[in-house]
C-alpha cells in the first residue's frame, strides 16, 4: 500500500521561498509519475507540475520560471522548490503518485503566502 506524506509548507511574505517534500511508500516510486497539485479555498484543485519516471517535467503557466519539481529515487521522494512566492499561489498543496491503474494522494500541506 503506497502512502505519500508532505512537508514543509507554512507562512512566508511574497517574494519569499519554500520547499515541499512529499515521502512515498512502497515500491513503486521510481517507476511512477510524481505530481504536485494546490488547492486554494473556493476553487478547483489544478496542476502545479509534475515529474516523470524519467524527470521529464511539465509546469502550469503560473509557475514557470519560479517553481522546480524534483526527485531522488534513492530516498523516494519528491520535492517542489517555490521561489518569488506570490499571495495568489496560497493554497493546500497535495502531492500525487501515479503508475498504471495506482493513484495515490496525500493529505496535503498548507502554504500560505502573505503581502
Known amino acids: 500500500q503506497v502512502q505519500l506524506v508532505e512537508s514543509g509548507g507554512g507562512l512566508v511574505q511574497a517574494g519569499g521561498s519554500l520547499r515541499l517534500s512529499c515521502a512515498a511508500s512502497g515500491n513503486s516510486f521510481s517507476i511512477s509519475t510524481m505530481g504536485w497539485y494546490r488547492q486554494a479555498p473556493g476553487k478547483q484543485r489544478e496542476l502545479v507540475a509534475t515529474i516523470t519516471s524519467r524527470s521529464i517535467t511539465n509546469y502550469a503557466d503560473s509557475v514557470k520560471g519560479r517553481f522546480t519539481i524534483s526527485r531522488d529515487n534513492t530516498k523516494n521522494t519528491v520535492y517542489l522548490q517555490m521561489n518569488n512566492l506570490k499571495p495568489e499561489d496560497t493554497a493546500v498543496y497535495s502531492c500525487?503518485?501515479?503508475?498504471?491503474?495506482?493513484?495515490?494522494w496525500g493529505q496535503g500541506t498548507q502554504v500560505t503566502v502573505s503581502s
Open positions: 500525487n503518485l501515479q503508475f498504471l491503474r495506482i493513484n495515490v
